[in-house]
């Protein structure tokens, strides 16, 4: 009864029902311009939640990752251009609608099944991240470090791309991580005698530069693209087509859930995956890519369903399943909260807190939504050469705010150089950012396990947990090597073809 | 170029990739023959050569190396998919792109000297004239914005930047 107090205390603040609308509101907003990511939007709100409290913080940056989730469907419908990446399969059946004159009832499929995926999610998270971190109660040092080797491992083997080249962005990430002091010793590591660099690379500047700096770059390097004009036309989803679709949903929204779980996988996997298994079901079948509303239903399903889900792991066990969360780690340790099993024992109470603002954010996505159908199509409209002077701005302030030097604009700058060779070259800045998060707890839980067992290298293999993560460490390794050797067998079949041609 | 020249680069699959492999090999080596041993210090006596602070720097420096030869050969062997390679952009004006990275060096060395409303009123000018965007109306953003969300993290996120040079 007094945790049920508690929680509600710090729950019904006015500020947390503020953060939710705006978190939502800023996501749709992004979300539905192509060109700027709901990861972009949360790297550079990051800033803006220094003086705020840590749940408002925290449900302002979910309110912003599920905003823009949804909001990429509506470019993606509207003007055949996913505003996220997840969000190219909805564009499979809802352009063809959109074309057929029914783009507000693929707009409106889109909402409904978005949040009801939403909503199923955050219910997975509320049961499965208290047991998980029960569960987790019982890991030591060599555990964690276990856990922590198969997160990296898992995150590259799934990642989109050359497997090499995660590999190789993961370690860039992990180096990166280590320059300072080093925590145990105190001596110095790469920082060249700098003082900035004593305290580690700041976070925010990288994650700025990492993320939206090169699309600004981008922006004044390419040739301009005619701007494409988005309408929201036609009639809405009725009821029983809400019905016909409902099983897509739910069905949807469970795959979202599983693979949200799981490191590293992904929300564009998830709504190819939903979308697929729709097809196979539905007796309208031979519709699917020509403007099946049950399509766009069930891709978004996918999708959304992964938003909650990919919280799992960081709540309970402290490890990001994706680049949204690991920023959303980083805003726990900016308010001095180290996500994990430890947070659900000594901050129980901002948890549940947190939980009911989640599924505060579902209602809050439905009403903006709504809304979003009407209004937010129109700043699909606004051109880039306008937006991106602004974004541009907020990445100088937000990178300078963090500890108010000029020396963060030139690392965020440095950043958004890197960020755009990666670009060029293919490196996916997403295990970059994975090594760079997960480096130090890796080293941490490595010397930890060593000073425990006075340097005996057995406590790594000590009981079934460790053994457990070996397992499927080692099964992730395997994974990503026969992935890696299937690609490389389909690509020199095509090229071999090609020749023969 | 000769024709044993032009089989050579016909021989290698993805140039873009060999590039970026040999890149990284060359910052693996540096990293661990003269950074790691010369920039990272380490403590006379260890428990345990595993707790020292070079050891993880080192094994990510050969990991380096190792994964960027791998990705040599895989650029020699394996063929870059043309069609739906993301890595290529067609280039616009180089007038807009040198615009653009002036603007960012007025952030970078006025920030703390002008304050940040003129430096985002600069800046922002700047990347208006370099697309350039036409409408004059527009150009009242360029104003509005660095003064608005500069007194924003000032007075309402309370997040201190400098507001004038006086």
Redesign the interface.
């Known amino acids: 009864m007094e945790n049920l107090t508690e929680v509600l205390q710090l729950f019904l603040s006015i500020d947390n029902f503020i953060a939710i609308a705006l978190g939502v509101v800023i996501g749709v907003t992004v979300g539905s311009i192509p060109g700027l990511t709901a990861t972009m939007a949360v790297a550079l709100a990051l800033p803006f939640t220094f003086s705020m409290q840590p749940v408002a913080a925290i449900l302002l940056l979910v309110g912003i990752y599920k905003g823009g989730m949804y909001g990429g469907s509506i470019t993606a419908i509207l003007i055949r251009t996913p505003g996220s990446p997840a969000s190219a399969c909805t564009l499979l059946d809802g352009y063809p609608m959109a074309q057929q004159g029914n783009a507000k009832k693929a707009l409106k499929a889109a909402l409904f099944s978005s949040v009801i995926a939403d909503f199923i999610s955050n219910i997975a998270l509320i049961f499965f991240a208290a047991y998980l971190a029960k569960i987790a109660l019982n890991f030591g040092a060599p555990e964690f470090f276990w856990l922590i080797c198969f997160s990296l491992t898992i995150i590259i083997s799934l990642a989109s791309g050359s497997m090499v080249k995660g590999l190789l962005a993961a370690l860039l990430g992990i180096l990166l991580s280590l320059v300072g002091l080093d925590s145990v010793f105190g001596s110095q590591r790469l920082t060249f005698g700098n003082y900035n660099l004593m305290d580690s690379i700041s976070f925010i500047p990288l994650l700025i530069g990492l993320f939206a700096i090169p699309e600004i770059i981008e922006f004044y390097r390419k040739k301009v693209i005619p701007h494409i004009k988005a309408k929201a036309s036609g009639v809405g989803m009725t009821l029983a087509e809400l019905k016909r679709c409902m099983k897509s949903i739910v069905r949807g929204s469970l795959i979202g859930v599983i693979i949200g779980a799981i490191p590293g996988t992904g929300a564009t996997a998830a709504a190819f995956i939903s979308y697929s298994d729709a097809r196979r079901r539905s007796p309208n079948k031979a519709n699917f890519g020509k403007g099946e509303v049950e399509g766009v239903a069930a891709a978004e399903a996918g999708n959304n369903g992964v938003a909650g889900a990919t919280l799992i792991p960081l709540l309970s066990l402290g490890i990001p399943g994706d680049v949204i969360t690991a920023i959303i780690l980083g805003a726990f340790m900016v308010h001095g909260l180290t996500p994990g099993p430890i947070m659900f024992q000594e901050n129980l109470s901002l948890i549940y807190a947190l939980f009911l603002g989640i599924m505060f954010s579902s209602l809050i996505l439905l009403v903006v939504g709504n809304a979003a159908i009407k209004y937010f199509s129109l700043i699909a409209d606004i051109p880039k050469s306008i937006l991106f002077p602004i974004v541009l701005m907020f990445c100088v302030y937000g990178a300078y705010a963090v500890n108010n030097m000029t020396f963060d604009i030139w690392l965020m700058l440095a950043f958004g150089v890197v960020g755009y060779l990666f670009n060029r070259t293919g490196i996916p800045a997403a295990p970059f950012l994975i090594g760079f998060i997960l480096g130090p707890m890796f080293e941490d839980n490595l010397r930890r396990s060593l000073l425990i067992s006075n340097g005996d290298m057995s406590i790594f293999v000590r009981g079934p947990i460790t053994w457990f993560f070996i397992a499927i460490t080692f099964g992730s390794i395997a994974f990503a090597v026969f992935r890696f050797f299937k690609d490389r067998n389909t690509k020199l079949n095509a090229d071999k073809l090609t020749n023969e041609t | 170029m000769s024709s044993s020249d032009l089989s050579n680069v016909k021989r290698i699959?993805d140039t873009?990739?060999v590039i970026?492999g040999i890149v990284?090999l060359v910052v693996s080596l540096v990293?661990a023959l003269y950074?790691?041993p010369n920039?990272?210090?380490?403590?006379s006596i260890l428990?345990?050569p595993?707790?020292s602070?070079r050891w993880?720097?080192n094994i990510?420096?050969w990991?380096?190396l190792a994964?960027?030869i791998?990705?040599i050969i895989?650029g020699i062997?394996?063929?870059s998919?043309t069609e739906n390679?993301?890595?290529k952009?067609?280039?616009?004006p180089y007038r807009?792109?040198v615009?653009?990275l002036i603007?960012?060096f007025v952030?970078?060395l006025f920030?703390?000297s002008l304050g940040?409303i003129l430096t985002?009123i600069l800046?922002?000018v700047l990347?208006?004239l370099?697309?350039?965007?036409r409408v004059w109306w527009?150009y009242g953003?360029?104003i509005a914005?660095?003064v608005g969300?500069?007194l924003l993290?000032v007075n309402v996120?309370?997040?201190?930047?400098p507001l004038m040079p006086f």
């Open positions: 699959k873009l990739d970026t990284l990293l950074l790691v920039y990272i210090g380490e403590p428990q345990n595993m707790m602070p993880l720097p990510v420096s990991l380096i994964f960027s791998l990705l895989q062997i394996v063929p998919d390679d993301e890595r952009i067609v280039k616009g807009r792109f615009i653009m603007a960012l952030y970078v920030f703390e940040a985002g800046a922002t990347l208006f370099a697309h350039p965007v527009a953003f360029a914005f660095p969300v500069t993290f996120m309370n997040v201190p930047l």
